[in-house]
């Protein structure tokens, strides 16, 4: 289903009001315009990302800001309009740590319908072992595998990415994962 939650106005094209209504050959609700009856679509977000590696170590970030202020997560944010996905997770990754990288294989595409998006997290390679703090990140660290804070993870896709990678790595694998994720069971 749409987004009605961010339920938009009034028409991008236009200025008229927009009514909530099934497009004729469609299936879902759309924000259409009253005047030059234009359809909005809403559609998911595309969060990018990385693990970067410096010599077997991975890099992570304490974040700075909500949502999960405090815990550790590797490099990632909103794709940007006219960017690749790579080029995303690179600037992602150097807004974040200040970690410059050359961004590899995918290995986690995971889908979360409950909120409307699709995160895209691949391999990368740090060009140098620079890193550090940032507006968004109060502390960056590379950890090798046996110090992961497992515990103070952010998010589940980024338990979910951290796994497949260390496991990838111990059997010489680089295929990348699937995954879809439900809702988060109390």
């Known amino acids: 289903?749409?987004?009605?939650?961010?339920?938009?106005?009034f028409?991008?094209?236009?200025?008229?009001?927009?009514?909530l209504s099934v497009p004729q050959g469609d299936h879902l609700p759309r924000h259409v315009c009253t005047a030059c009856h234009a359809i909005h679509y809403s559609n998911p977000k595309v969060v990018v990302g990385c693990v970067p590696e410096w010599e077997g170590r991975i890099l992570l970030c304490r974040r700075a800001i909500e949502p999960r202020r405090g815990f550790w997560t590797m490099p990632a944010g909103f794709m940007e309009n006219g960017e690749s996905t790579r080029a995303g997770a690179a600037r992602e990754t150097f807004e974040e740590s200040q970690a410059r990288v050359q961004v590899e294989e995918l290995v986690t595409l995971i889908s979360i319908p409950d909120i409307n998006q699709v995160h895209l997290l691949f391999r990368?390679?740090?060009?140098?072992?620079?890193?550090?703090?940032?507006?968004?990140?109060?502390?960056?660290?590379?950890?090798?595998e046996a110090d992961i804070p497992w515990e103070a993870l952010a998010f589940r896709t980024v338990q979910h990415t951290l796994?497949?990678?260390v496991e990838d790595r111990r059997l010489g694998r680089r295929d990348p994962h699937l995954?879809?994720?439900?809702?988060?069971?109390?």
């Open 1 to 9: 289903m749409p987004d009605t939650a961010s339920a938009m106005n």
């Open 11 to 19: 028409c991008t094209n236009c200025g008229a009001p927009v009514a």
């Open 124 to 144: 990368a390679r740090m060009e140098t072992a620079h890193h550090g703090p940032t507006p968004e990140s109060s502390e960056v660290q590379l950890f090798h």
């Open 163 to 165: 796994r497949h990678y």
């Open 179 to 186: 995954i879809d994720l439900g809702p988060r069971m109390v």
